[in-house]
């Protein structure tokens, strides 16, 4: 299955500033995910990254809060901007391994707010 | 409406006994899940799927598309087991496919 690099892996920052979450892939792939989870809940999806055009954002989710590059097949960012404890989470990035192996994950970027 | 359900958070039960991990569907087209899992301190990894009908791990899971379930089984548990444990429905869209999770049990195997 793809093999995915995300960092941070941490990182606590003060509010009101930005933070860009990188996640590469070891293969090229069509679409990245890109999902929040927060304390004590379940994975929710943000935003379905594919290259070459603007990212999908699901409900409740905004570009301008969570601006999402892919530049190429192998990598995407994610940034939170603008940040509140709120936004204290563990974001995770995604592809669906074309092998038939299904999605797989990153490990994930724990952010706190303070 | 697409979703997934867990019903249970926390689930408990001791070595060698038995374990089921409900997990119930609303889908309107055909469907295809996943149990995923993670472990204290690791990244969420696959554990089956139902379209390959595999046992991993001495887990198994099958499809009831009657009941709209897709259950995670495994006839004696191990302490080593004890993991969060989610259910996923992979859903079919015109602009592609993604994942929708159920919210998770925690599943705890005491010695």
């Known amino acids: 299955s793809a093999v995915i690099s995300q960092k941070p892996s941490r990182d606590i920052c003060q509010r009101g500033t930005s933070l860009t979450i990188q996640c590469q892939v070891d293969?090229?792939?069509?679409?990245m995910f890109w999902y929040r989870q927060q304390p004590g809940q379940s994975l929710t999806l943000i935003a379905t990254?594919?290259?070459?055009?603007?990212?999908?954002?699901e409900s409740g989710f905004v570009i301008d809060k969570f601006p999402i590059s892919r530049p190429n097949l192998t990598f995407s960012t994610l940034t939170v901007s603008n940040m509140s404890p709120e936004d204290s989470s563990i974001y995770l990035c995604?592809?669906?391994?074309?092998?038939?192996?299904?999605?797989?994950f990153g490990s994930g970027t724990r952010l706190t707010v303070v | 409406a697409q979703r997934v359900t867990q019903p249970e958070k926390l689930l408990s039960v001791f070595k060698g006994a038995p374990v089921e991990l409900k997990c119930n569907y609303s889908?309107?087209?055909?469907?295809?899940l996943f149990w995923y899992v993670q472990y204290s301190r690791q990244r969420l990894q696959l554990l089956l799927r139902?379209?390959s009908r595999e046992s991993i791990k001495g887990f198994t899971a099958d499809l009831n598309k009657g009941e709209t379930s897709f259950h995670l089984k495994k006839p004696f548990a191990q302490e080593e087991d004890s993991a969060m444990y989610y259910c996923?429905?992979?859903?079919?869209?015109?602009?592609?496919?993604?994942?929708?999770f159920g919210e998770g049990t925690q599943l705890t195997v005491n010695p």
């Open positions: 139902h379209i």
């Open positions: 996923a429905l992979k859903i079919e869209e015109t602009s592609g496919s993604r994942l929708t």
């Open positions: 889908y309107s087209g055909s469907p295809e």
């Open positions: 990254a594919n290259q070459g055009s603007e990212a999908t954002y």
């Open positions: 995604s592809v669906e391994d074309l092998l038939g192996y299904g999605y797989t």
């Open positions: 293969s090229q792939v069509t679409m």
